[in-house]
């Protein structure tokens, strides 16, 4: 495709991770044409990124996309790599064809439709669906004096291993399983302390993520499923024992304390009024939804989400979204859960497109 050129399909895809995926093969059961736009150059979408050492915390078939189980792997719990292999395969198996690398610049809408302006063209569609997901989105707190910290800051999003860190402080901010993992591998090479908002909730070493999807959603449907409040709190976000985490707990190490009051230049404060000098400081502290490229459409709204009904953006009906948490359908970031929200809304495009076509 030519950076001048104009395509056009039923439905565009921006994103080509696990929720792209998951979409597209339920449009495939319909007639309606659609590109899937992919911004990385290979497969495996945020989990290129992810740090070497990831593992999930559930068995490979509680971490499948529809239609095709995640084949079980050598260890319990598959890894990064199995993950990238998994969502190769998934494409070939399903014959998605994906335009990569292709950046989504801006979409805008129209009385004929919606644009998708990339870096190699411009594709138009009868409707968008956004599955973009939060990794281009890191989150890190705004603590008083991080800017005049003179030691290394680094996401998680861009952590791949704790080489970099032998020898020193190191601080590990935030209390989910990837400052729990994270921790547990920097541990071993650097002086760690790991900081959370709240006392850590560590689950029964035999409990895993598959148990924990089942006890959540058991909740979520007690409480009656998808209302504005979403699920019910806890569970999900409960830290598995991983084997590495096990072997942390074993080292003395998977301790947690409350946070800092601010940075100074060499360290931080800490609430009784004793500083500590660090060196490096590890954000495990989340992400948010990755929606930039449709600022241009107006609807993002102050929380830097998306009014949806559903899956279905409330301004701007022609514009769907998959797989940025818990807004956009129970569980929906997770291999597994993002199930529910792909069906629907590939349901929900077919009926609005079909439906306009007919009349």
Known sequence: MVANETRTRDVAIIGGGQSALATAYFLRRTNLSFVILDGEPAAGGAWRHAWPSLRLFSPGQWSSLPGWPMAPTGDAYPSREEVIDYLSRYEARYGLRIERPVEVLNVTANSDGMEVATDKGTWRA????????????????????????????????????????????????????????????????????????????FLPDDVDGRVLFERATQRWKAQGGTGPEGPPPGGLGDIVMVPAVQAARGRGVLHAVRPFTRFVATGVLWEDGSESTVDAVIWCTGFRPALKHLNSLGVVNTEGKIDVQGTRSVLEPRLW??????????????????MRGARQTAQEVFGVLKGESAR
């Open 321 to 338: 979204l998959v797989g940025y948490g818990e807004w956009t359908g129970f569980a929906s970031a997770t291999l597994v859960g993002v």
């Open 126 to 201: 009868g409707a968008v669906i956004s599955t973009t997901g939060t990794w281009r989105a890191p989150h890190i707190p705004d603590y008083q004096g991080r800017d005049q910290f003179r030691g290394r800051q680094v996401h998680s999003a861009h952590y791949q291993g704790p080489e970099p860190f032998a020898g020193q402080a190191v601080l590990v901010v935030g209390g989910g399983n990837s400052g729990a993992q994270i921790l547990a591998e920097a541990s071993q090479v650097a002086g760690t302390a790991w900081v959370t908002q709240q006392p850590p909730s």
